[in-house]
């Protein structure tokens, strides 16, 4: 398990299972409309519970991972 999924892991099992929008923006520290466009596009995984919108703490971790990946894909080979 990486650092970051390590660090959601531990902030999971603090402040819960699933994340409201705004708590889930707070942690990637981004902003609410930017929140729904990532969970509009696919990037970060999202649920409904009744009429709410909640995200599962660990999507958050495999955005992070998948950004990593992406960004080390993409650099120049030293």
Request: aromatic share 0%; hydrophobic share 15%.
């Given at each position: 398990m990486t650092a970051a999924l390590n660090v959601v892991t531990d902030e999971h099992n603090a402040a819960g299972i699933l994340l409201t929008v705004e708590e889930a923006a707070e942690r990637l520290r981004i902003g609410r409309t930017l929140m729904y466009s990532l969970i509009?596009?696919?990037?970060?995984?999202s649920v409904p519970v009744g009429r709410l919108r909640r995200i599962p703490a660990e999507c958050i971790g495999e955005y992070i991972s998948r950004l990593r990946t992406a960004n080390r894909q993409n650099q120049p080979a030293a």
């Open positions: 509009k596009s696919g990037e970060i995984e």
